[in-house]
C-alpha cells in the first residue's frame, strides 16, 4: 500500500518537476535572448558613431583637397605658357640665326670677356652674365665680375619696369646706363614675376 502511494506521488511530482525545468529552461532562453539584443544594439550604435566619424572625414578632406581660389596658380599656369611660347619663338630665333651665313657664334668666355667684365670683382651672391634669371619687383641683382645691376620696379602683365631703360615689353631689350650690357625680358606676369637675361658686347 505504501509502495502504491509512493508511486502516485513520483506520478504527481514528474510533471510539476518537468515544468520547472522547462520554466528555467525558457528564462535561460529569454536571458540569452535579452543579451543578444542588447550586444546587437551596441553594435549598432557603435557602427552608426563609426558611419558619421567616416563621413565627417569625408568631408574634411574634400574641404583640404580643394584648391584656394586666390589667382596665385592661374597667375603661376599664365606665365608657365608664356615662357614656354617665348622658349620656342626663341628658340626658333637662334635656329634662323644659326643657319644664316654669319661668323660664328660667339661662345660665352667670348661673352664675359669684354670691358665691363672685371675678372677681380665677385663670382658669388650674383647673377652670371648670360644666364637667365627671375626677377621681382623692386628688387637689386648684381652681376658677376661686372659693375653693372639690375634694379627692378613694378612689373605688370608684359612689361618689367628696368631702373636705366625704363620699362621693357616681354621679347624686349634695354641698355643698362653706363654699360655696353643689355637686358632682354623673356616673359613678365602681373603676380610679379619675370625672367630676364643680360649679356654684355
Do not use: H
Amino acid at each position: 500500500m505504501r509502495r502504491y502511494r509512493r508511486l502516485v506521488l513520483i506520478d504527481r511530482v514528474i510533471p510539476f518537476l518537468a515544468a520547472l525545468v522547462g520554466l528555467v529552461a525558457l528564462a535561460g532562453a529569454v536571458a540569452v535572448q535579452l543579451n543578444a539584443d542588447a550586444r546587437t544594439a551596441a553594435v549598432m550604435a557603435a557602427m552608426a558613431e563609426l558611419r558619421a566619424s567616416v563621413d565627417a572625414l569625408g568631408t574634411r578632406t574634400d574641404a583640404l583637397a580643394a584648391p584656394a581660389n586666390d589667382g596665385i596658380a592661374a597667375g603661376l599656369l599664365a606665365l608657365q605658357d608664356r615662357m614656354n611660347k617665348l622658349e620656342g619663338e626663341w628658340g626658333a630665333q637662334q635656329a634662323a640665326v644659326a643657319s644664316a651665313p654669319t661668323a660664328a657664334p660667339a661662345t660665352a668666355e667670348a661673352v664675359t670677356a669684354t670691358a665691363d667684365v672685371d675678372a677681380t670683382l665677385p663670382t658669388t651672391d650674383c647673377i652670371p652674365l648670360g644666364t637667365r634669371f627671375m626677377v621681382t619687383p623692386n628688387e637689386t641683382f648684381p652681376l658677376c665680375q661686372s659693375k653693372a645691376v639690375v634694379k627692378t620696379g613694378p612689373i605688370t602683365a608684359d612689361t618689367v619696369y628696368v631702373e636705366g631703360p625704363g620699362s621693357v615689353v616681354e621679347t624686349g631689350f634695354g641698355s643698362l646706363p653706363g654699360t655696353t650690357c643689355t637686358i632682354m625680358v623673356f616673359s613678365a606676369d602681373e603676380a610679379g614675376f619675370a625672367e630676364v637675361r643680360v649679356t654684355c658686347t
